[in-house]
């Protein structure tokens, strides 16, 4: 059974730095693409970043280009989101996911969801 775990999310101003952490267990993947997704209260779920096993594919969602950076040890089997410059438009809950196979954006592309961990942004 896979199982994935978030950790790293808490309260911050705006402005500040948070580091997500994901770790997988229960199956070790060898081509899975990893992503975060994010969910505001009263809104769908929306993607965040991704990035392929190999790191030759990497995206990002356009509001947070440039400010978070999206990073994996597969060795580790866990996926990382260094969020900086962070503003109260950022604040939700923080999902990470895991599709066994391709590249994709969208969270029914998805196959493995984490609970999330809240991120909250104070202006």
């Known amino acids: 059974q896979v199982q994935l775990v978030e950790s790293g999310g808490g309260l911050v101003q705006a402005g500040g730095s948070l580091r997500l952490e994901c770790a997988a267990s229960g199956r070790t993947f060898s081509r899975d693409t990893k992503g975060w997704f994010r969910q505001a209260p009263g809104k769908e779920r929306e993607f965040v970043a991704a990035l392929s096993w190999g790191g030759e594919w990497r995206y990002y969602a356009d509001s947070v280009k440039g400010r978070f950076t999206i990073s994996r040890d597969n060795a580790k089997n866990t996926v990382y989101l260094q969020m900086n410059s962070l503003k109260p438009e950022d604040t939700a809950v923080y999902y990470c996911?895991?599709?066994?196979?391709?590249?994709?954006?969208?969270?029914?592309?998805?196959?493995?969801w984490g609970q999330g961990t809240q991120v909250t942004v104070s202006s």
């Open positions: 996911a895991i599709m066994e196979n391709g590249l994709g954006s969208t969270p029914n592309e998805y196959d493995y």
